[in-house]
């Protein structure tokens, strides 16, 4: 029993912490870091002692505590016991027996047969008195507290729980259902076992984890310390389910369509590249499932969808991750007004689902989700924000640019005039000036309808307005949560608007002095073009043999878990985000 003697000490120790008449020792969510660190610290002497207001355990802490932990393993192993169990057979969740026990009155307890219970789940926090012990213990359901008293439980296992339990364990317990004194609903042990020992001990429980790159990067540790962050995770969840249950309540089907693909199409986008050995060729990750679902409805389906992760090999923002999850959907014999009523239905629906409401506040903005929402065309948005009618440019991009260079001198804004030179085509001018001015500023739900043909190559030409797509995206609190179309279903148009697309890309990537001699100095760059575009050629060989009047909408899903959860960053909704390599 050599190896108990440290603790013993630290319980000693501990109990002289506070006043001599009440002899105990208290640890809570990771005071057990600060207090293994002082048991280990007294044990040789006192030295170097650490306050338990420390707020942060350091790397040597850390390792000390590893090393006594990994020390009780052995110990537990030595006495027959394996730390690290195959089972636990549980009756209740916590949440159950809070349901189930909402009756019961202070210091009463129930020990009727039915009433012996058996849970399981980790210890976030430890209070001991003397022949006493407090244990709270949190499942995935919540929390509930542990009530052991020496005399109850069998053999020595009081003493193991005070010297070889640790905050963090994992742990299974026996026993009936009692409130105490002050009405804290607990499970009177009989008698326990430690199902996983923990090896690190988690965050402190004041301080909690806060170093928002290290949230990201151990997010298991981050929803252990942070419960709220696990309860993101469930309202995800929650979206999700409403989503398909949504659509597939107006008959959609779900569909699977390819990650790796031959050719990256569906938006313009810098893609991940991979080899496949046994093909001896490139692949794709997709950057959209667009096309393959267009191909579904040319097989004969009239309602798809897909929710799926997509792949893009550009920027990291808050709003951005290489990969993110959408719902695209496809319905034959529509137009992109049925798209605007399914956006309304599955954003109200899943705004109700997780938030009970349809006024939600995102970061300090009160949001109105109560349909029908605002919509109003790109050209009407500009003309109100700046005064411009770019509808009396024709194709007069000279005129147009000049025209938009005085708005933005009288705005005053700080905006960046050298991509209003760099706009090719008086489309690309107006869809410029859209996102610089007024995508910033359109907080409530708000349909953008009839965008420029040459920004949209997807998309059926507008059947009133020349030089216009029957195209739409929805923003809310300034962000693209969906965009849609009246699908484009001509297959020469199609041919013609891809083919259109390459050369643009070619022309801006020749543009940038890139070649394949300097595109790997290119290749870590944000704004890297140097990525080749082709034809699906197959997709426009689909569309020939004839696909249905169609329409089409993609939403993200991500963006709209952050509105529904109040969440600033989008790695706060991505359980495990992609992060740059830590030096």
Same mark, same amino acid.
């Given at each position: 029993?050599?190896?108990?003697?440290?603790?013993?000490?630290?319980?000693?120790?501990?109990?002289?912490?506070?006043?001599?008449?009440?002899?105990?020792?208290?640890?809570?969510?990771?005071?057990?870091?600060?207090?293994?660190?002082?048991?280990?610290?007294?044990?040789?002497?006192?030295?170097?002692?650490?306050?338990?207001?420390?707020?942060?355990?350091?790397?040597?802490?850390?390792?000390?505590?590893?090393?006594?932990?990994?020390?009780?393993?052995?110990?537990?192993r030595s006495n027959g016991l394996e730390p690290y169990a195959y089972k636990w057979?549980?009756?209740?969740?916590?949440?159950? *027996?809070?349901?189930?026990?909402?009756?019961?009155?202070?210091?009463?307890?129930?020990?009727?047969?039915?009433?012996?219970?058996?849970?399981?789940?980790?210890?976030?926090?430890?209070?001991?008195?003397?022949?006493?012990?407090?244990?709270?213990?949190?499942?995935?359901?919540? !929390?509930?507290?542990?009530?052991?008293?020496?005399?109850?439980?069998?053999?020595? /296992?009081?003493?193991?729980?005070?010297?070889?339990?640790?905050?963090?364990?994992?742990?299974?317990?026996?026993?009936?259902?009692?409130?105490?004194?002050?009405?804290?609903?607990?499970?009177?042990?009989?008698?326990?076992?430690?199902?996983?020992?923990?090896?690190?001990?988690?965050?402190?429980?004041?301080?909690?984890?806060?170093?928002?790159?290290?949230?990201?990067?151990?997010?298991?540790?981050? !929803?252990?310390?942070?419960?709220?962050?696990?309860?993101?995770?469930?309202?995800?969840?929650?979206?999700?389910?409403?989503?398909?249950?949504?659509?597939?309540?107006?008959?959609? *089907?779900?569909?699977?369509?390819?990650?790796?693909?031959?050719?990256?199409?569906?938006?313009?986008?810098?893609?991940?590249?991979?080899?496949?050995?046994?093909?001896?060729?490139?692949?794709?990750?997709?950057?959209?499932?667009?096309?393959?679902?267009?191909?579904?409805?040319?097989?004969?389906?009239?309602?798809?969808?897909?929710?799926?992760?997509?792949?893009?090999?550009?920027?990291?923002?808050?709003?951005?991750?290489?990969?993110?999850?959408?719902?695209? !959907?496809?319905?034959?014999?529509?137009?992109?007004?049925?798209?605007?009523?399914?956006?309304?239905?599955?954003?109200?629906?899943?705004?109700?689902?997780?938030?009970?409401?349809?006024?939600?506040?995102?970061?300090?903005?009160?949001?109105?989700?109560?349909?029908?929402?605002?919509?109003?065309?790109?050209?009407?948005?500009?003309?109100?924000?700046?005064?411009?009618?770019?509808?009396?440019?024709?194709?007069?991009?000279?005129?147009?640019?000049?025209?938009?260079?005085?708005?933005?001198?009288?705005?005053?804004?700080?905006?960046?005039?050298?991509?209003?030179?760099?706009?090719?085509?008086?489309?690309?001018?107006?869809?410029?000036?859209?996102? !610089?001015?007024?995508?910033?500023?359109?907080?409530?739900?708000?349909?953008?309808?009839?965008?420029?043909?040459?920004?949209?190559?997807?998309?059926?030409?507008?059947?009133?307005?020349?030089? *216009?797509?029957?195209?739409?995206?929805?923003?809310?609190?300034?962000?693209?949560?969906?965009?849609?179309?009246?699908?484009?279903?001509?297959?020469?148009?199609?041919?013609?608007?891809?083919?259109? /697309?390459?050369?643009?890309?070619?022309?801006?990537?020749?543009?940038?002095?890139?070649?394949?001699?300097?595109?790997?100095? /290119?290749?870590?760059?944000?704004?890297?073009?140097?990525?080749?575009?082709? *034809?699906?050629?197959?997709?426009?060989?689909?569309?020939?043999?004839?696909?249905?009047?169609?329409?089409?909408?993609?939403?993200?899903?991500?963006?709209?878990?952050?509105?529904?959860?109040?969440?600033?960053?989008?790695?706060?909704?991505?359980?495990?985000?992609?992060?740059?390599?830590?030096?």
């Amino acid at each position: 029993m050599e190896a108990l003697q440290p603790w013993k000490q630290l319980i000693h120790f501990a109990s002289l912490r506070f006043r001599p008449s009440s002899s105990f020792f208290i640890v809570r969510c990771c005071s057990s870091t600060t207090t293994e660190v002082t048991g280990r610290a007294a044990a040789a002497g006192g030295r170097n002692r650490r306050s338990s207001s420390g707020t942060s355990t350091s790397t040597s802490d850390k390792e000390a505590i590893r090393a006594i932990r990994i020390k009780k393993v052995e110990e537990l192993r030595s006495n027959g016991l394996e730390p690290y169990a195959y089972k636990w057979d549980r009756t209740h969740s916590a949440s159950q *027996l809070q349901e189930i026990y909402k009756n019961l009155g202070n210091g009463e307890e129930s020990k009727s047969e039915n009433d012996y219970v058996s849970i399981s789940g980790r210890i976030v926090a430890r209070r001991a008195f003397g022949k006493l012990a407090f244990l709270t213990l949190r499942d995935d359901s919540g !929390m509930i507290q542990l009530y052991c008293e020496k005399e109850r439980l069998l053999g020595d /296992q009081f003493d193991q729980l005070k010297t070889l339990v640790d905050i963090g364990d994992i742990l299974g317990a026996n026993g009936s259902i009692k409130r105490t004194e002050k009405g804290e609903l607990s499970v009177c042990v009989n008698s326990f076992s430690i199902l996983t020992k923990s090896l690190l001990p988690l965050p402190d429980k004041y301080h909690g984890l806060t170093d928002i790159d290290k949230r990201y990067r151990q997010r298991y540790v981050d !929803m252990i310390a942070n419960p709220e962050v696990a309860d993101t995770f469930r309202k995800r969840a929650k979206i999700v389910s409403e989503i398909r249950q949504s659509v597939e309540s107006f008959g959609f *089907l779900e569909v699977e369509t390819p990650v790796l693909q031959g050719a990256a199409g569906g938006a313009e986008a810098s893609p991940f590249i991979t080899f496949h050995n046994s093909l001896g060729r490139d692949l794709y990750l997709r950057i959209a499932t667009e096309l393959h679902l267009k191909r579904m409805l040319v097989g004969g389906f009239e309602k798809v969808y897909e929710i799926g992760r997509i792949f893009r090999n550009e920027g990291i923002s808050t709003r951005h991750n290489p990969e993110f999850t959408t719902i695209e !959907m496809y319905e034959a014999y529509s137009d992109y007004e049925s798209m605007m009523n399914m956006a309304e239905e599955i954003v109200t629906r899943c705004a109700l689902a997780v938030n009970g409401k349809l006024r939600i506040d995102y970061q300090g903005v009160e949001i109105f989700l109560e349909r029908p929402w605002r919509r109003e065309t790109m050209h009407n948005l500009v003309k109100e924000a700046t005064g411009i009618d770019f509808i009396n440019f024709g194709d007069d991009l000279k005129a147009a640019k000049e025209h938009t260079r005085k708005a933005i001198d009288i705005l005053g804004d700080d905006l960046d005039k050298s991509s209003i030179e760099a706009c090719s085509s008086v489309g690309h001018l107006l869809n410029e000036v859209f996102e !610089m001015v007024v995508e910033p500023k359109l907080l409530q739900p708000t349909f953008v309808l009839d965008y420029p043909i040459e920004i949209s190559p997807l998309a059926k030409p507008h059947r009133r307005h020349s030089g *216009l797509t029957e195209r739409f995206e929805l923003f809310i609190c300034g962000r693209e949560m969906a965009n849609a179309f009246s699908e484009l279903t001509d297959p020469l148009d199609q041919r013609r608007r891809l083919e259109e /697309q390459v050369r643009q890309h070619n022309e801006k990537k020749a543009a940038s002095g890139l070649n394949k001699a300097d595109a790997k100095e /290119q290749e870590n760059k944000d704004d890297d073009d140097s990525y080749e575009v082709t *034809l699906d050629e197959d997709f426009l060989t689909a569309l020939e043999y004839g696909m249905p009047p169609a329409s089409g909408m993609g939403l993200g899903i991500d963006r709209l878990v952050m509105l529904l959860t109040d969440s600033p960053s989008i790695r706060d909704v991505i359980a495990f985000p992609v992060l740059k390599i830590q030096q």
